[in-house]
T-cell receptor, first 114, second 109 residues
Framework: IAGITQAPTSQILAAGRRMTLRCTQDMRHNAMYWYRQDLGLGLRLIHYSNTAGTTGKGEVPDGYSVSRANTDDFPLTLASAVPSQTSVYFC?????????????FGPGTRLTVL | GQNIDQPTEMTATEGAIVQINCTYQTSGFNGLFWYQQHAGEAPTFLSYNVLDGLEEKGRFSSFLSRSKGYSYLLLKELQMKDSASYLCAGMDSNYQLIWGAGTKLIIKP
């Protein structure tokens, strides 16, 4: 593994189903983030984690949950998917959570909820 | 509220220079980032400015004016591979990035 990986690459999901998007980084970065990207809108932060064992809510957290049991993994769970959660989801990481820390992005997961 | 404004789309000619502008309003300010995103791919970091002035990095330069809440990305000697979206993001007082919707840059031969 080099950098950040996400799985699955794409998924079609029935409304009401539970889904976990996986994210793993091998850069030993402290901070990790989940964004969604929708056409015509900027990236919007869903949840973040400044260090293993801690998480925080971003701009659009409703309907999503995260956990950070260790440094490398930061899964995002949709408890009961709805069509408005159709989006491209990006996981990102940075060495720290302060200023000047560039974020490195995974390849994204394209999720369609029907 | 917090807001990042940038043009939706720009067109330029191969070999030319293009300037992409960005205005920002954030709660507190901890710097301004530019990212490049090719269609269907992840964003990749281009530049970071926290002090006023111009930062040059090869063909790409980024400028910041904190008093005006303004930044621009300057791309010189445009190449076809520069066709992409360019994302402007301001870092607020909580060290979270507020993202613009992106500027789609189309390069014509």
């Amino acid at each position: 593994i080099a950098g950040i990986t996400q799985a699955p690459t794409s998924q079609i999901l029935a409304a009401g189903r539970r889904m976990t998007l996986r994210c793993t980084q091998d850069m030993r970065h402290n901070a990790m983030y989940w964004y969604r990207q929708d056409l015509g809108l900027g990236l919007r932060l869903i949840h973040y984690s400044n260090t293993a064992g801690t998480t925080g809510k971003g701009e659009v957290p409703d309907g999503y949950s995260v956990s950070r049991a260790n440094t490398d993994d930061f899964p995002l769970t949709l408890a009961s998917a709805v069509p408005s959660q159709t989006s491209v989801y990006f996981c990102a990481s940075s060495a720290g959570s302060g200023s000047a820390n560039e974020q490195f992005f995974g390849p994204g997961t394209r999720l369609t909820v029907l | 509220g917090q807001n990042i404004d940038q043009p939706t789309e720009m067109t330029a000619t191969e070999g030319a220079i293009v300037q992409i502008n960005c205005t920002y309003q954030t709660s507190g300010f901890n710097g301004l980032f530019w990212y490049q995103q090719h269609a269907g791919e992840a964003p990749t970091f281009l530049s970071y400015n926290v002090l006023d002035g111009l930062e040059e990095k090869g063909r790409f330069s980024s400028f910041l004016s904190r008093s005006k809440g303004y930044s621009y990305l300057l791309l010189k000697e445009l190449q076809m591979k520069d066709s992409a979206s360019y994302l402007c993001a301001g870092m607020d007082s909580n060290y979270q990035l507020i993202w613009g919707a992106g500027t789609k840059l189309i390069i014509k031969p």
